[in-house]
């Protein structure tokens, strides 16, 4: 029998959905040592978060988070809010020596985002920020063919992150759903909220980056405020593009913004190596495309490699060869690797240090857009 562990999730909107199901499904498709348990959804709106636990098979629900933290009977808490709830609740919760599961970007900056860093290690926590993208099988396997240094000495990354949502000049900011287009809430643009991911992939498979140079753009100056009902100014970044300096000597750049119209979510990564580069597209999650110098020159050419056979990363879990999975499955993989990590004691990445670091390239990136010059990251 796996031992039980009790969770508390805090937020009911699109990661709650994404949460709850991996953790419904994970100890079907992977022998664990241990088992989430849904304890308790909290969420402001009583009747709401019962709709939600009658749905996804919550056992209680609560209206504060602050009581679900203190509550005995939870072992982990799930931060699902919006950015600027992230550092309150972490910090409470590791306080009561929970271990804590956060969604990313892990805080409105580097400074809380140390706090809280600071937090879970005194408490001696268990804790981890979903950056899921890491665990789609094709995303895993680039990170694999780089560490086996099939690409040789790395040149270039490149990565973008493109949707189209927020053009209407009508669309107002802050509130449900549009958190995001309200600095106060999200702490910053498509840098936290789409560059994060862009970054956080860089640095698990090229390693750490030195300096960046960005520029950002807001095209809508103003909008109406949905808590305040005022048209207001607008403090977020609609698009954004930085340089930037790999400690191994690679050259970077990325791209965001929520302009791009006819991009609903394309992420793409290249890496070109000395040997060997690879391409990665969201919108074809299951491939990655690899091109080796070293294949016979008449021959050579890009190979489109459909990640579903059983030696591809997390795959033996699922189908036959052949059969592929999509982006919900990239969470499941997240709670299986977050279980192993307990049993094995040895903490699943990202961890907030780890996530720490993307969030100080997220703060170079905003300091430099401000200033125009090359900034160090801390
Ligand atoms: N890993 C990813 O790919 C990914 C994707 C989307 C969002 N996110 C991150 O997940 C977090 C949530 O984003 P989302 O898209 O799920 O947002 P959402 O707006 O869909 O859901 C946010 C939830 O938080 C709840 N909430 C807000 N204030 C609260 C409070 N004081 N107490 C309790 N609940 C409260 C809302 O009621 C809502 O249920 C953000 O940090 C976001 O950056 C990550």
């Known amino acids: 029998m796996a031992k039980s562990l009790n969770l508390g999730m805090i937020g009911y909107g699109f990661m709650g959905r ?21 304890k308790a959804i909290c969420a402001r709106d009583a009747s709401k978060a019962e709709a939600f636990a009658k749905n996804w098979g919550y056992e209680s629900v609560e209206t504060d988070w602050r009581k679900l933290v203190e509550r005995p009977d939870i072992d982990v808490i799930d931060i699902c809010t919006p950015n600027n709830l992230h550092h309150e609740i972490a910090l409470a919760a590791a306080r009561a020596g929970k271990m804590i599961l956060c969604e990313k970007p892990l805080a409105m900056n580097s400074q809380e985002g140390a706090e809280m860093v600071e937090a879970v290690e005194k408490a001696g926590v268990a804790n981890m920020v979903w950056y899921n993208y890491r665990r789609l099988p094709a995303v ?20 973008v992150f493109l949707q189209d949502w927020t053009i209407s000049a009508d ?9 995001r287009l309200d600095a106060a809430a999200a702490g910053s643009g498509v840098t936290g909220d789409l560059l994060a ?23 809508v100056k103003e909008r109406k405020h ?3 009902g005022k048209v207001e100014p607008v403090g977020i970044d609609d698009a954004c593009a930085f340089l930037a300096r790999f400690k191994n000597g690679s050259l970077a750049t990325f791209e965001s913004t929520r302009y791009a119209r006819g991009h609903k979510a394309l992420y793409t990564f290249e890496i070109n190596g000395e040997k060997a ?7 074809d999650l299951h491939r990655l495309s690899y091109f080796d110098h070293r294949d016979e020159s008449g021959l050579r050419g890009w190979r489109s490699i459909h990640v579903t056979d059983g030696e591809h990363p997390y795959m033996s879990h699922w189908w036959v060869p052949g059969l592929q999975i999509g982006y919900e499955h990239s969470f499941v993989h997240q709670v299986a690797d977050f279980l192993e990590g307990l049993a094995q004691k040895i903490p699943a990445s990202p961890t907030f240090r780890d996530a720490l670091e993307t969030q100080q390239v997220c703060d170079a990136v905003l300091r430099s857009a401000k200033s125009g010059e090359w900034v160090a990251v801390k």
């Open 226 to 228: 949905n808590l305040t």
């Open 140 to 159: 895993a396997l680039a990170k694999k063919l780089v560490e086996q240094g099939r690409l040789g000495r790395i040149f270039h990354y490149r990565a």
């Open 277 to 283: 580069s690879i391409q990665w597209d969201l919108l």
């Open 197 to 219: 991911h862009c970054i956080d992939t860089a640095l698990w498979i090229n390693g750490g980056i030195e300096r960046v140079t960005a520029m950002t753009e807001t095209f």
């Open 18 to 38: 994404a949460h709850s199901n991996a953790y419904r499904k994970v100890n079907h498709f992977f022998d664990l040592e241990y088992r989430p348990v849904l």
């Open 171 to 179: 669309l107002p900011q802050g509130g449900a759903a549009l958190w």
